[in-house]
């Protein structure tokens, strides 16, 4: 089972608004990302924990705030968001953070919109 | 500069045709990934190779990796409509920390009836 499942599937927000997106995975994997998805871009990374510990943070503006409450899950808190932050939102997780060989697998993606 | 460049960026074929796409580097990688994505959707992983000249095949799709692991192939075999997405591949140059997942910026493939 190769599964990252990410919910909601589809946000829309208000740049005033609170919001949360959830990503869980079974896998035993220990490391987990946040990846940012443009329309016709490639991913971008954002975030990573590493044993629930963050590791990489990619000069990511603070009203994107992680948080990895244990080994299987990992959010994105959303707060006082722009329109430009619209895009696909993509967790991922492999195995462990260190191994170059490593595989990383994603899940499907939360669409955000922000009005 | 883009670390992982492929060819081509789009790519328009008919039902039945044989098709090649491209993922090139001048840095040595010590594995390579191959995912596809349909819009709105995450990558799905298709094949990952880790052994210079490594052929791997999935049904239709043959992957290849380069001697000196630089570059990447992916051909499909008489490609069909269900082919259609975007091809991306990604990989963690030798040397660097694996959170440094690098992509391409992948290659469209419409695949008509």
């Known amino acids: 089972d190769t599964e990252v499942t990410q919910t909601p599937k589809h946000l829309v927000m208000g740049m005033t608004n609170k919001k949360s997106l959830k990503c869980e995975q079974h896998m035993g994997h220990r490391a987990m990302y946040w990846y940012k998805q443009k329309a016709k871009k490639p991913p971008e990374l954002m975030f990573v924990?590493?044993?629930?510990?963050?590791?990489i943070n990619e000069s990511v503006p603070s009203r994107f705030s992680p948080e990895c409450p244990n080994s299987s899950l990992l959010n994105l808190h959303l707060h006082a968001l722009q329109p430009e932050d619209s895009a696909l939102y993509l967790c991922?997780?492999?195995?462990?953070?260190?191994?170059?060989?490593?595989?990383?697998?994603f899940g499907e993606g939360s669409w955000l919109t922000v009005v | 500069t883009q670390l992982l460049e492929q060819s081509p960026q789009f790519l328009s074929i008919q039902e039945g045709e044989n098709l090649t796409v491209y993922c090139n580097s001048s840095s040595v990688f010590s594995s390579l990934q191959w995912y596809r994505q349909e819009p709105g959707e995450g990558p799905v992983l298709l094949v990952t190779?880790?052994?210079?000249?490594e052929v791997k095949k999935l049904k239709r799709l043959t992957f290849q990796f380069g001697d000196a692991r630089k570059d990447s192939s992916l051909h499909i075999t008489a490609a069909q409509t269900g082919d259609t997405g975007l091809y991306l591949c990604a990989g963690v140059p030798l040397g660097a920390g694996s959170y440094q997942l690098t992509f391409g910026k992948g290659t469209k493939l419409s695949v008509i009836p």
């Open positions: 190779v880790v052994t210079g000249g």
């Open positions: 991922a997780s492999s195995r462990t953070a260190l191994a170059t060989r490593n595989t990383i697998y």
């Open positions: 924990y590493s044993y629930e510990k963050l590791s």
